[in-house]
């Protein structure tokens, strides 16, 4: 398994995979200053052109980025890697690139998306959809059948009511508390968290 971001992020993802007894043959990063990570070899970025050899996690925490990396590199991108003190419902769906961090609960028929951080204590319930590059912070709650667009962050202990859908590309503040649906691009904070601005895309 090799790992492309010597990040924070990355020591986290390292230990689980210590824990699953995944053996971690290296990280790519684009910092030539970093060697290595956790005793772990760190080389130079690779060319867009090659294809590692093994299985590939992005573990970078900045969403848009990691979607810059999956769509640059032609790597093999892994399975889903879960946390074993993790909940995952069996009847729950988990693509290829995600990381499910420790105590994270997924309750069933949820379906999360490629590349997604379903972080530390963080609860999806019943019947959500998370996309792509979406990133659920800790101890953030979904309730159920909660949407979640692709590249949202739904920041630390923020809750997001029942059959709430989230845009693309939005940001939802630490602790904010959502009832109504958010559109995309938004930046939303307080309880009841209110739309405080729009970060649209670059042109």
Known sequence: ???????????????????????????????????ALLGYP???AVSSQETLMGDTIISIG???????ISEKYLF??????V???????????LNEGTVVMGHAIINIDT?????????????????CAVENFAHIAPNATL??????????LIGAGAVIA?????????????GACVFRDVKDYSVVVGNPGRVRRKVLPDA
């Open 1 to 35: 398994m090799y790992l492309y971001g010597a990040s924070g992020h990355a020591k986290v993802i390292i230990e689980i995979l210590e824990s699953l007894n995944i053996s971690v043959d290296g990280l790519f990063d684009d910092n030539p200053l970093i060697k």
């Open 42 to 44: 760190v080389f130079s």
């Open 62 to 68: 900045n969403n848009e980025i990691r979607k810059n």
């Open 76 to 81: 093999r991108y892994a399975n889903a890697i």
């Open 83 to 93: 946390h074993p003190r993790s909940c995952v419902s069996r009847r729950s769906k």
């Open 111 to 127: 379906i999360i998306g490629k590349h997604v951080i379903i972080n530390t204590s963080a609860s999806v319930d019943h019947d």
């Open 143 to 152: 309730c159920g059948g909660v949407t979640v667009g692709e590249g949202s």
């Open 162 to 174: 029942p059959n709430i859908k989230i845009g693309k590309w939005v940001t939802i503040g630490a």
